[in-house]
């Protein structure tokens, strides 16, 4: 049951997309988010179209598990269109009771969801295809100069990983200490606001135990093993650049310039 | 009070990319009072399938029937079928939370809405069943040893006067001796209380001893169903999918093809001997 609520939802598959190093990734969903809330016309938008469905194609991951994602921000979703729709002043196209509708609003409705979800799914194909651990790595490598000016990143990098490591582990535990309880006839459904609390005491005691537990053991193993901090510390798989990444790279640029041209001056024009 | 699974299957993660068929079609017939043992190796579903038992997990297809209800109808009490098939999960730390080891045991009638007296009694009786001696009562849980944190555990699950009792490996990380005491202990529970207990476990030798019945499951599926001394007959099959009969199995067949001629069939050491003596005997 807790299973579905899944962190970090890595796909495992064999694709370009998959090898890519993270930081080329992250820069990418950047620069998609950029170029939807930048570029406003019809156009554009057909090129974001086109932009996502390629990479959700060369991702190799099934459109489903993309749009699992959107499940989350369906309430969010409506109650912006809801906004854009009524709230918009311009030319009214029909009333209902006291709100007008305008095509202003219609307009801006439309423009906003498909950005959420443009939004989402642009998110979710970057964590679908990375592993946590890529990920921290590459926000680690790319936040590196921010080390300069003093802030923890390794420290922070470290304890990201960490975290990440320890949700699936927590929830899997969580999952098996209800089931015990409830195999002793407790009950995490019904009653009201305060004995539901009350409720929660047989499942978080044995849970932070063992939380405890685990963070100890894992200090000491990691101590063990030498570990002392970032400083002077090497990477197993360093994360360099490859040929692939070098020419997402400029794959992504020339995403940006055709958006930017295909913005200004139409769609068809823009490409030629 | 039986319970009967038909065509059950499992599926863990079902819809994501990491499925996992855990349950073949499993049918199975537990009558009243029986001592089973269940055996399989590591992954092949026996914690799955066990806690279908008292429906802590929902099969994918295929029904549970206990007492010939179909226990995934509507309007199936779950609650009274927990507290009749007792499950005791093979990590007595997840399970264990109050104070001390007596309030723990308590947890179980209380939840049943039992009255205060009802519930100590029970709970006494319980911890006098799993033999926990009275100076632990009032200890906190977590400063118990591993065995004495079982004792408790099954303890709690006693309270609740189940009739079947599952043990998910009651003996994982026990020294022999303390192995040997919590068995025994079970044995004599079935003695005393006329209980069904199945007992899972990865050891064939544990098993053998105490058992009436020995499931054996293989890559979700059941393998072999039968009486101990049946299911040892089939040693090589057991030995291919990891797992290995008693010793005492080995020794009679290796005695079986110098020509001595012994029955192949014993399950423990006094039975071999016996087996053994009558034959040098009368030879
Ligand atoms: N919560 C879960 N989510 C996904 N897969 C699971 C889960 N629990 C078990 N599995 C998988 O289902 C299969 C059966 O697991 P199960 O725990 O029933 O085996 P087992 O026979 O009890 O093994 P062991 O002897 O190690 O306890 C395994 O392949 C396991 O990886
Ligand atoms: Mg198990």
């Known amino acids: 049951m807790l299973r579905d609520i899944t962190l970090g939802q890595y796909y495992p598959a064999n694709s370009v997309l998959h090898k890519l190093d993270p930081r080329v990734k992250l820069a990418g969903t950047m620069v998609f988010i950029v170029s939807l809330f930048a570029f406003r016309s019809a156009e554009a938008y057909i090129g974001a179209t086109l932009f996502l469905a390629a990479v959700i194609r060369i991702s190799k991951v099934p459109l489903k598990f993309m749009l699992k994602g959107l499940k989350s921000i369906i309430f969010l979703m409506m109650l912006t269109v809801v906004f854009n729709l009524f709230l918009t002043r311009g030319t009214v196209v029909f009333r209902l009771g006291f709100l007008a509708v305008t095509e202003e609003g219609i307009e801006t409705a439309v423009f906003m969801a498909i950005r959420l979800v443009y939004l989402i799914i642009g998110s979710s194909v970057m964590t679908l295809t990375t592993t946590p651990n890529d990920l921290t790595d590459g926000l680690e490598k790319a936040m590196r100069p921010l080390g300069k000016v003093r802030v923890p990143v390794h420290e922070i990098a470290m304890m990201m990983s960490i975290a990440l490591r320890f949700i699936p582990i ?3 535990e969580t999952d098996k200490i209800m089931k015990a309880q409830m195999a002793r006839g407790a009950d995490f459904e019904s009653g009201g606001l305060i004995q539901k609390a009350k409720n929660m005491i047989p499942l978080l005691v044995p849970l932070f135990i063992s939380a405890f537990r685990r963070a100890n053991d894992l200090a000491m193993a990691m101590e063990a093993r030498g570990y002392h901090g970032g400083e002077g510390r090497t990477k197993m798989k360093p994360l360099v650049y490859r040929g692939r990444d070098k020419i997402a790279y400029l794959l992504l640029l020339l995403y940006l310039v055709l958006m930017f041209l295909v913005n200004r001056i139409g769609f068809f024009a823009g490409l030629i | 009070m039986a319970i009967r699974i038909e065509h059950l299957n499992y599926i863990y993660g079902a819809g994501t990319a990491f499925e996992k068929h855990a349950l073949r079609d499993i049918n199975l017939d537990l009558p009243d009072g029986q001592f089973i043992g269940m055996i399989g190796h590591t992954g092949s579903g026996k ?8 429906g802590l997990l929902k099969g994918t297809s295929g029904a549970v029937y206990y007492n010939d209800k179909n226990i995934y109808e509507e309007g199936f009490e779950m609650k009274r079928l927990r507290s ?7 990590y007595p730390e997840h399970q264990l939370f109050e104070a001390d080891v007596f309030t723990d045991v308590c947890f179980g009638p209380k939840n049943l809405g039992l009255s205060k007296e009802e519930t100590e009694s029970r709970a006494y009786e319980a911890l006098r069943l799993v033999g926990l001696k009275e100076k632990y009562y009032k200890v906190s849980p977590f400063e118990l040893s591993g065995g004495q944190k079982r004792r408790v555990a099954i303890a709690g699950i006693l309270a609740m006067n189940p009739e079947v009792l599952v043990l998910d490996e009651p003996t994982a990380g026990l020294d022999p001796k303390g192995r040997d005491d919590i068995l025994d202990q079970v044995a004599k529970l079935h003695e005393e209380k006329k209980i069904t207990v199945i007992l899972v476990s990865h050891s064939m030798e544990d098993v053998a001893r105490y058992v009436e019945r020995i499931i054996v499951m293989n890559k979700g599926q059941v393998m072999f169903d039968d009486a101990p001394r049946k299911v040892f007959q089939h040693y090589k099959e057991l030995e291919a999918i990891g797992l290995a009969a008693p010793q005492v199995t ?34």
């Open chain 2, 84 to 90: 009749r098939v007792g499950l005791v999960f093979q």
């Open chain 2, 250 to 283: 080995y020794l009679m067949h290796g005695l079986q093809e110098r020509g001595w001629k012994v029955p192949a069939d014993a399950t423990t050491v006094e039975e071999a001997a016996g087996a053994i003596i009558e034959y040098l005997q009368k030879s």
């Open chain 2, 47 to 54: 914690s799955t399938l066990i806690q279908h038992l008292n």
């Open chain 1, 170 to 172: 927590l929830l899997e």
